[in-house]
């Protein structure tokens, strides 16, 4: 004798496959759930990878505070600094200088391009402590002493840069000062300042790859007309907890008193803000998917009543409790909605799995760049599996599937037993 309960039984022993259409939208329904849950973890994963790489490439390159001056440069930077480190939530700080400036390659022959990066003025054994920049070198050095430059990778593709080229770095000041001497007959010509390519950091992000160049702190000073060497445009910091950073700059904003402004990596990365709504916003709007598919076993199990009527009647003649029918029923949705979300479970990781590999796949087949590094920032779609997330969607769609299956199975377990068995 089995001691499976008799309800579930009863409830295998319906499903078992048979030439009737019940069976067909029963595998119907299998699949629809399989379908919405594959997509759940698919996207959802997606999504997590994609925040949980953009805040490591993000905190790789640029620290978790910036410390301002209100309406003027900071002086006396390292009074500041020792101020800022203080704070026990504090693990490091380092001054920084950074603007916009017009760079122009300098090639043996053909002609030189011009682009306007962001040139950011660091303090390398400072800078350490704060970012991930000195590692982040794939090619020379980083060596910034004496007009050195160290540029990304995307930038030095698209400039033909190499280890060793020299360019002419053009501040705001001199622009100004071309724009003052235009038309005078004295004027004096404004010469740029030459720099040499020291080495090419790959940052893992595009945006930063293709659009900031590495100084030292002094030459970022000297194209700012920042005379004085105690004069910076703010300080970065890097914190214990990046997601206690709202925390640590209100308690600086406070020691530092109103003349500082300090602002965190949320502020300044709106992206990262709108990617973790988005994850959110996506899980509500995707679990429409498993609703769509409960639906479908609802339909299943009504169809199935309908056909069951008079074995319905006879249990319920022969002794069986309304309870126990309705579990029938319930149990019948409980197995298609396991075989569903264990199903989905399995597509989904297997595609996540394969998902660069498919990618490069449609690539060669449509010539289509379906995950462009230029918007998105990243070379490959990143994934990440986060149990609870898995948890909920595996979770939340049995519960839906079941919810769908109530209505149906407690009509059943309702019914007269006279009246089902003269069901035609």
Same mark, same amino acid.
């Given at each position: 004798?089995?001691?499976?309960?008799?309800?579930?039984?009863?409830?295998?022993?319906?499903?078992?496959?048979?030439?009737?259409?019940?069976?067909?939208?029963?595998?119907?329904?299998?699949?629809?759930?399989?379908?919405?849950?594959?997509?759940?973890?698919?996207?959802?994963?997606?999504?997590? =990878?994609?925040?949980?790489?953009?805040?490591?490439?993000?905190?790789?390159?640029?620290?978790?505070?910036?410390?301002?001056? $209100? !309406? $003027?440069?900071?002086?006396?930077?390292?009074?500041? %600094?020792?101020?800022?480190?203080?704070? $026990?939530?504090?693990? !490091? /700080?380092?001054?920084?200088?950074?603007?916009?400036?017009?760079?122009?390659?300098?090639?043996?022959?053909?002609?030189?391009?011009?682009?306007?990066?962001?040139?950011?003025?660091?303090?390398? #054994? %400072?800078?350490? *402590? /704060?970012?991930?920049?000195?590692?982040?070198?794939?090619?020379?050095?980083?060596?910034?002493?004496?007009?050195?430059?160290?540029? !990304?990778?995307?930038?030095?593709?698209?400039?033909?840069?190499?280890? !060793?080229?020299?360019?002419?770095?053009?501040?705001?000041?001199?622009? *100004?000062?071309?724009? @003052?001497?235009?038309?005078?007959?004295?004027?004096?010509?404004?010469?740029?300042?030459?720099?040499?390519?020291?080495? &090419?950091?790959?940052? =893992?992000?595009?945006?930063?790859?293709?659009?900031?160049? &590495?100084?030292?702190?002094?030459?970022?000073?000297?194209?700012?007309?920042? @005379?004085?060497?105690?004069? &910076?445009?703010?300080?970065?910091?890097?914190?214990?907890?990046?997601? #206690?950073?709202? #925390?640590?700059?209100? @308690?600086?904003?406070?020691?530092? =008193?109103?003349?500082?402004?300090?602002?965190?990596?949320?502020?300044?990365?709106?992206?990262?803000?709108?990617?973790?709504?988005?994850?959110?916003?996506?899980?509500?709007?995707?679990?429409?998917?498993?609703?769509?598919?409960?639906?479908?076993?609802?339909?299943?199990? &009504?169809?199935?009543?309908?056909? *069951?009527?008079?074995?319905?009647?006879?249990?319920?003649?022969?002794?069986?409790?309304? $309870?126990?029918?309705?579990?029938?029923?319930?149990?019948?949705?409980?197995?298609?909605?396991?075989?569903?979300?264990?199903?989905?479970?399995?597509?989904?990781?297997? %595609?996540?799995?394969?998902?660069?590999?498919?990618?490069?796949?449609?690539?060669?087949?449509?010539?289509? @760049?379906?995950?462009?590094?230029?918007?998105?920032?990243?070379?490959?779609?990143?994934?990440?599996?986060?149990?609870?997330?898995?948890?909920?969607?595996?979770?939340?769609?049995?519960?839906?599937?079941?919810?769908?299956?109530?209505?149906?199975?407690?009509?059943?377990?309702?019914?007269?037993?006279?009246?089902?068995?003269?069901?035609?």
């Amino acid at each position: 004798m089995s001691q499976l309960p008799f309800e579930l039984l009863l409830a295998l022993r319906y499903l078992r496959p048979k030439r009737t259409f019940v069976s067909v939208i029963t595998l119907i329904s299998i699949i629809g759930v399989m379908l919405g849950v594959a997509v759940l973890i698919i996207v959802i994963s997606v999504m997590s =990878g994609f925040d949980h790489d953009l805040k490591e490439k993000m905190f790789g390159f640029n620290a978790h505070l910036k410390v301002f001056s $209100r !309406g $003027r440069t900071m002086e006396n930077y390292a009074m500041v %600094a020792s101020i800022v480190e203080s704070n $026990r939530n504090v693990k !490091g /700080v380092a001054p920084a200088v950074f603007g916009r400036v017009l760079l122009k390659t300098q090639p043996p022959s053909g002609q030189a391009l011009v682009d306007a990066p962001v040139v950011r003025g660091v303090e390398p #054994q %400072a800078e350490a *402590k /704060v970012s991930n920049l000195l590692s982040d070198v794939v090619e020379g050095s980083f060596d910034l002493h004496d007009h050195g430059l160290v540029v !990304g990778t995307a930038f030095a593709e698209n400039m033909n840069l190499r280890v !060793g080229d020299r360019v002419a770095v053009y501040s705001p000041e001199d622009l *100004k000062r071309m724009e @003052e001497n235009r038309g005078k007959d004295d004027a004096v010509a404004v010469v740029a300042s030459d720099y040499e390519i020291r080495g &090419i950091f790959d940052a =893992g992000f595009f945006e930063f790859n293709a659009n900031v160049v &590495i100084a030292s702190l002094q030459d970022a000073q000297a194209l700012y007309d920042l @005379e004085d060497d105690d004069s &910076i445009h703010a300080l970065t910091v890097a914190v214990d907890d990046p997601y #206690q950073a709202h #925390q640590v700059a209100r @308690e600086l904003e406070e020691t530092l =008193g109103p003349d500082f402004k300090v602002t965190t990596w949320m502020e300044e990365s709106p992206l990262m803000m709108a990617v973790m709504a988005e994850k959110n916003v996506m899980l509500y709007i995707l679990f429409f998917i498993v609703l769509v598919a409960a639906f479908g076993i609802t339909c299943t199990l &009504i169809t199935f009543i309908v056909m *069951k009527t008079r074995e319905i009647g006879l249990m319920k003649a022969i002794g069986a409790s309304s $309870r126990q029918v309705m579990w029938v029923f319930l149990g019948q949705s409980l197995i298609v909605s396991v075989l569903g979300v264990l199903a989905g479970f399995g597509m989904g990781m297997l %595609a996540l799995t394969y998902r660069n590999g498919f990618l490069a796949l449609m690539r060669s087949v449509t010539g289509l @760049e379906l995950f462009p590094a230029e918007i998105y920032g990243f070379s490959e779609l990143p994934a990440l599996v986060v149990p609870g997330d898995i948890a909920i969607i595996c979770g939340g769609s049995l519960i839906i599937c079941l919810l769908a299956a109530a209505f149906p199975s407690w009509h059943a377990s309702r019914m007269n037993p006279v009246e089902a068995l003269r069901h035609e």
